[in-house]
């Protein structure tokens, strides 16, 4: 399977059938994949919508939490979940344009790297659709992350992301650890690339995340991750001797 698209939702009802549709358009061409919608323990119904889909794009998978358990881990269960090598990401909002899909495979197939496994690509939403109090608390705490960790990412919080299925798995895994991928990657030599993606108004359903959300309780975390990348283990090659004939 060439890729697999894993979408964390909660209470996203009427996104679904839209974000599939728009989904299905974008990967035309692009080979075998799946999709993968991770509901995070819902109350409405989301669940009843992926099913509904499904009857038109048999390729969607559903996996469900029992209770809500948050954003890095519904997305470490749906990456955990995938059959692709290969995994892109976005949110269930709408505002994430599947059409930039094509964009993250383009960067990551132009990409220098010796080891395509060793490349996170993060979209940089360079046009906010958001009001204000989403701009300005995004902005603060990603300049907040930026200089404690130095991970050079300019947005971390956007849902477009491809990177590989191992690598990820390999990471530490935490709460809110979604928002620290660069640095994460950083730490084991990885090389983290920000790619310009689209980004729209939502126009359904309502905002899971505000303020608070977004500055506060990210602050343990983000120290407890600049204590990882300065205890990081050295970056080395290593090379098993073979015996002698």
């Known amino acids: 399977m060439d890729l697999s698209v894993v979408i964390p939702v909660y209470n996203e009802c009427d996104n679904i059938v839209p974000l599939v549709r728009e ?48 954003q890095s881990r519904a997305l470490w269960t749906g990456i955990a979940a995938a059959r692709s090598d290969w995994v892109a990401t976005l949110d269930g909002d709408g505002q994430n344009d599947p059409a930039d899909l094509a964009v993250l495979l383009a960067a990551r197939d132009s990409a220098r790297s010796s080891d ?68 994460l990657y950083q730490r084991v030599g990885a090389h983290v690339q920000s790619v310009p993606v689209r980004h729209r108004a939502r126009t359904l359903g309502k905002s899971k995340y505000g303020m608070h959300d977004r500055l506060w309780v990210g602050i343990v975390d983000l120290f407890g991750v600049g204590w990882l990348i300065a205890r990081r283990w050295p970056v080395v090659e290593i090379h098993e001797d073979s015996p002698q004939s």
Not at 122 to 128: F, I, T
Not at 135 to 147: E, F
């Open 116 to 183: 395509s496994k060793m490349l996170l690509l993060m979209g940089h939403r360079v046009a906010r659709r958001d009001n204000w109090i989403r701009r300005v608390s995004s902005r603060v705490a990603n300049g907040a992350r930026s200089r404690v960790l130095r991970d050079e990412t300019p947005d971390t919080g956007c849902g477009l992301k491809l990177l590989h299925r191992e690598t990820f798995l390999s990471l530490p895994a935490f709460d809110h650890m979604h928002r620290f991928l660069p640095a």
């Open 23 to 70: 989904i299905a358009a974008s990967l035309r061409g692009i080979g075998s994949h799946e999709v993968l919608f991770v509901d995070d323990g819902s109350t409405d119904a989301t669940t009843a919508a992926v099913r509904a889909a499904r009857a038109e794009f048999p390729q969607l998978r559903l996996l469900k939490h029992k209770q809500r358990c948050g």
